[in-house]
């Protein structure tokens, strides 16, 4: 019988937290990092930095030592985290930016953290609008109009909130009052185009936007 293959466990330390860094410089692509590293990262901070508060109740040499060799350690560990997130970030817009350009969904968004994945999708979503509402609209000889953009709350990315209460509804049935272009939704999904006196369901935080600038009513 074969051995089982057991998921290797990256144990974070400071060498491999310069290696992440090192990788997402060195390289054009957004780097695959494991799903924990935000929270290992928290953890591996906290730990030195709870170190180092131990080193404050100790008046002896050998603690002073440790205590400025820990100092410059969390300093570094601080930088490297600030120069991961802004090159990822850099990265995470770049992808943004060219999937807003070509007008698609198809995206390579395994090396996304769930944190980054909500960045680009609503980095995407604004993005997207307005290129739509600008310099689209202008090709085709119309006058520029933006449409509201919606993005979900942060809430709306964790697990739990995906089940709404029962009797909670989360759309509303709205006639349009005035000609709607197609537009974008939260979830990059398209809406429209839409005429007046035209209905539809539309979830609840656009169609309360819409309302209020007076182009739809809930019916």
Known sequence: MGAIHQPEVVVLTYETLYEILRKEKNRDELQKIDSNFLADALNYLREKQQAYDDTLAKNDIFSQSERDKL?????????????LYDLRERKIINMAINSSRIKTHILDSQHLLPPEQSLFQSIHTVLLQHRQGIVNRIIEARDVELMPVVLPPPELHTPETFESPANTSTTK???????????VGEELEMYGPYA???????????????IGQGKAAEL
Do not use: G, M, S, W
């Open 71 to 83: 100092h410059i350690q969390i300093a570094n560990i601080k930088k490297i985290l600030r120069d």
């Open 173 to 183: 049935h709205v006639k349009f009052l005035d000609t709607i272009e197609q537009f």
């Open 196 to 210: 007046a006196n035209d209905e539809a369901e539309l979830p609840r935080e656009l169609a309360d936007v819409l």
